[in-house]
T-cell receptor, first 112, second 117 residues
């Protein structure tokens, strides 16, 4: 039981490049989330998915797209990376009958 | 809109002593829950403790306990018998139990705790 996994762990991009951050969970959770963490800012919600086939914007969605591929996987795409997207990205999941979220190990992304 | 405030950016404590981290929140809702998460240098987010707003009894998990004051909208974390492994960033988080954004968490900016030998 791996919990929530994220790939890659580290990534360096040049401005304008695109990439997809992958997230998968094996806990059969319906809800999944993408956050970004910046120094002094805590975690801010980018997008979330309450169930397979649905996605909704969070607090800071600009510059990102998401895909809920199936119940297990929720990916985050940067179409044209900008230096302002340099951050640590966390994926999380939650089961319907509880309120705590379980987090992946994070991806440190640097955009130069 | 809900907000979460952690007013102590950094704190330190001697090993084996007790420390309290502060968190206040603002909401007009009545049905919610609160969490403390720990983020050690490994970067992994680890759930420390949770509190349901409708429960008057303060939650306790081993050396970790909370002081939940609903009227004051305060949710502090007490760590007893501090250990070197408690060194981490601690985040307070708020979530609604009902409504369109139920399940989404709002995080404070964190408190960096250092436990000194």
């Amino acid at each position: 039981n791996a919990g929530v996994t994220q790939t890659p762990k580290f990534q360096v991009l040049k401005t304008g490049q695109s990439m997809t951050l992958q997230c998968a969970q094996d806990m059969n959770h319906n809800s999944m989330y993408w956050y970004r963490q910046d120094p002094g800012m805590g975690l801010r919600l980018i997008y979330y998915s309450a169930s397979e086939g649905t996605t909704d914007k969070g607090e800071v969605p600009n510059g990102y797209n998401v895909s809920r591929l199936n119940k297990r996987e929720f990916s985050l795409r940067l179409e044209s990376a900008a230096p302002s997207q340099t951050s640590v990205y966390f994926c999380a999941s939650k089961r319907d009958t509880a309120y705590e979220q379980y987090f992946g190990p994070g991806t440190r992304l640097t955009v130069t | 809109a809900q907000t979460v405030t952690q007013s102590q950016p950094e704190m330190s404590v001697q090993e084996a002593e007790t420390v309290t981290l502060s968190c206040t929140y603002d909401t007009s809702e009545n049905n919610y829950y609160l969490f403390w998460y720990k983020q050690p240098p490994s970067r992994q987010m680890i759930l420390v403790i949770r509190q349901e707003a409708y429960k008057q009894q303060n939650a306790t998990e081993n050396r970790f306990s909370v002081n939940f004051q609903k009227a004051a909208k305060s949710f502090s974390l007490k760590i007893s018998d501090s250990q070197l492994g408690d060194t981490a960033m601690y985040f307070c988080a708020f979530g609604l139990r009902t409504g369109g954004s139920q399940g989404n968490l709002i995080f404070g900016k964190g408190t960096k705790l250092s436990v000194k030998p």
